[in-house]
C-alpha cells in the first residue's frame, strides 16, 4: 500500500520493528498501515502522530492452526452465503445460539424505554460473542449450577447490566492471543508485555445490513483529552478508569471476505475536542482491516482520536449481502475495576450471567426510579 503513514517492507527485519527495550517480532510481518509520523499528522491538522499500526504476517509464517481453529469455532449459520439477502441471513441470526443475545434500543432512541434483541434485527450494530479467562474455575454452585467466574467487558448502553454473558476462552482464541502477541510484541506497551490478554470479544459485521461501529473511544472520553492538552501531563494515561487496564493495547485480528475502513478520526482544534461530532475524517488515518491482519491499537490514540468502523461503499456494492468481517478484539481488562460475575458453563443458559441476590435487587430499584423518572416527564407522577 502506497501513500503517507504506510509501508510495505517486512516489520520483523525493519527497525520500527524492534522496541526501544530491543523487544522484537517473533513472526514476521508486512507493515501495512501506520505509525503516521508527526509532520504527517500535523500537515492535515491533526493534533499528535498515530502510533497505531496495521500487520499482516507473511503468508509462509501464516499458522494453520489458527485460522483453522477460528473458522471451526464460528459456526457457518452465521456467516452469509452467496444466495442469501438480508432477510434469509437474518432468520438464520435470529435462530441460532452461538451469537450471544443483546438488547438494545429500539430504533437506536428506545423511546419509552424500548428495548428489542439485537440478532432479531437489521441494525448496523456488530453482532458479539464474549471470552474471557476464567478468574474462578468451573464448578457446581450451591443452587446445583455448572458456573464459571469472569472478568467482563460490560457495555453499558444494553437494557439492563444483569443482561451480561461470557464464556471462558475457548483453544482457538487462546491459540490465536498467542499469535497476535508474536505479531505484535515490538509495538505493545509494557503494561500489554506483562501479561496476556484476558479477553477477546468477537464483532461480526454484514454488508447485508451495512454494519457498522459508531464513533467512540475505547477508554477515555472527550474530557480527557481536554484535560491533557490544558495540562499536559502525561499521567493520565496511566490513571486507571475503566474496565480496561490502564495504557495497555487492544489488538483486533480481522477474518473474513469483505475489508473494513476502520477510521481514526480527530478533533479540528483543540478548543473543540470536546464534542467528537465535529471530529475531522482525513484517508491519511484510515485503515484497511483486511482478512489476516491485525490491528495494534495503542491507548495514546485512543485519547488523541475517536475511532470507527465501516465498509466503503464500494465493498458494500461489490459485495451485496454475501460480504461479512469478523474482528476478534483482545483486551487486557484490570482486575481492580472491571467486573468479575459468574455465568452458566453449560446447557441451554451457556454465557449467561447468573447475577447475585444483591444485584438483582439494585437492578429492580433501578428499573423502579426509572420507571417513575418517565412517568414524571409524561406528567402522570409527582
Not at 472527550?222 to 480496561?244: F, G, K, W
Request: glycine share 6%; aromatic share 8%.
Amino acid at each position: 500500500m502506497d501513500g503517507a503513514g504506510s509501508s510495505e517492507e517486512p516489520a520483523g527485519a525493519e527497525t520500527s520493528a524492534v522496541a526501544d527495550d530491543g523487544a522484537m517480532a517473533t513472526i514476521p510481518a508486512v507493515r501495512v498501515w501506520g505509525p503516521v509520523l508527526p509532520a504527517q499528522a500535523h500537515g492535515v491538522g491533526a493534533l499528535a502522530a498515530a502510533t497505531s499500526v496495521l500487520l499482516k504476517p507473511l503468508d509462509e509464517h501464516i499458522p494453520t492452526n489458527v485460522f483453522c481453529g477460528l473458522r471451526q469455532l464460528v459456526p457457518d449459520a452465521v456467516l452469509p452465503r452467496a444466495t442469501d439477502d438480508a432477510q434469509t441471513l437474518l432468520a438464520r441470526l435470529s435462530d441460532n445460539t452461538f451469537l450471544h443475545p443483546s438488547w438494545v434500543l429500539a430504533k437506536g432512541h428506545g423511546r419509552g424505554g424500548r428495548y428489542i434483541e439485537l440478532n432479531t434485527t437489521m441494525y448496523k450494530q456488530p453482532r458479539r460473542v464474549l471470552w474471557a479467562t476464567p478468574l474462578v474455575s468451573e464448578h457446581i454452585d450451591q443452587d446445583g449450577d455448572r458456573v464459571i467466574g469472569c472478568l467482563c467487558y460490560p457495555h453499558y448502553y444494553k437494557k439492563s447490566p444483569l443482561l451480561q454473558f461470557c464464556e471462558a476462552m475457548p483453544p482457538a482464541i487462546d491459540d490465536l492471543i498467542t499469535f497476535a502477541l508474536g505479531l505484535a510484541q515490538p509495538f505493545l506497551t509494557p503494561e500489554s508485555r506483562a501479561a496476556r490478554p484476558n479477553s477477546c470479544e468477537l464483532c461480526l459485521y454484514f454488508t447485508a445490513f451495512q454494519s457498522k461501529m459508531g464513533r467512540h473511544r475505547d477508554n477515555f472520553v472527550a474530557r480527557d483529552l481536554c484535560t491533557y492538552l490544558e495540562t499536559r501531563d502525561p499521567s493520565v494515561l496511566r490513571v486507571q478508569r475503566n474496565t480496561q487496564l490502564a495504557n495497555s493495547n487492544v489488538l483486533i485480528f480481522t477474518m473474513g471476505n469483505a475489508p473494513m475502513v476502520l477510521q481514526l478520526t480527530f478533533p479540528p482544534s483543540r478548543c473543540e475536542a470536546g464534542d467528537r461530532t465535529t471530529y475531522v475524517m482525513e484517508p491519511l488515518f484510515s485503515v484497511p482491516c483486511g482478512n489476516g491482519t491485525l490491528f495494534v491499537f495503542s491507548p495514546v490514540d485512543d485519547l488523541f482520536f475517536c475511532h470507527e468502523a465501516f465498509f466503503a461503499p464500494k465493498t458494500l456494492e461489490t459485495f451485496g449481502a454475501a460480504g461479512y468481517r469478523m474482528a476478534f478484539v483482545m483486551r487486557w481488562l484490570c482486575p481492580d475495576t472491571a467486573p468479575t460475575h459468574m455465568f452458566y458453563a453449560k446447557g441451554r443458559q451457556k454465557g449467561e450471567m447468573k447475577p447475585t441476590e444483591q444485584l438483582v435487587r439494585a437492578e429492580a430499584l433501578r428499573v423502579k426510579a426509572n420507571a417513575r423518572l418517565r412517568r414524571m416527564k409524561r406528567g402522570l407522577a409527582k
